[in-house]
């Protein structure tokens, strides 16, 4: 079973996915989108490089990105989000 992206609105408005394994995992979660087009557009983008992506190993981590051990927590609380359809994504 493939993993699944899921759209949502969190605490600030703000549109963002996230990318979750098959047991629900969270591998990965978006940066804020305006709007919903601009968020499945993001969707698409990450789709298109993630099957042809490079490993890369960096010896520090990346200036101005904050890591934790549970990134959607410190993003928003899960009681605020707000989900989406996955068949009203397109408009």
């Given at each position: 079973m493939?993993?699944?992206f899921e759209?949502?609105?969190d605490a600030e408005a703000?549109?963002?996915?996230?990318?979750?394994a098959p047991d629900?995992?969270?591998?990965a979660v978006s940066r804020p989108f305006p709007?919903?087009?601009a968020a499945v557009e993001g969707i698409a983008a990450?789709?298109?490089?993630?099957?042809?992506?490079h490993v890369k190993e960096l010896a520090a981590p990346p200036a101005e990105r904050h890591f934790g051990s549970r990134?959607?927590?410190?993003?928003?609380?899960?009681?605020?989000?707000?989900?989406?359809?996955?068949?009203r994504l397109a408009g």
């Open positions: 493939a993993g699944m759209l949502f609105i703000s549109f963002r996915f996230q990318l979750t629900g995992t969270v591998m709007s919903k087009a990450v789709r298109e490089y993630a099957g042809m992506g990134p959607h927590a410190a993003i928003r609380p899960p009681s605020k989000r707000v989900p989406l359809q996955c068949q």
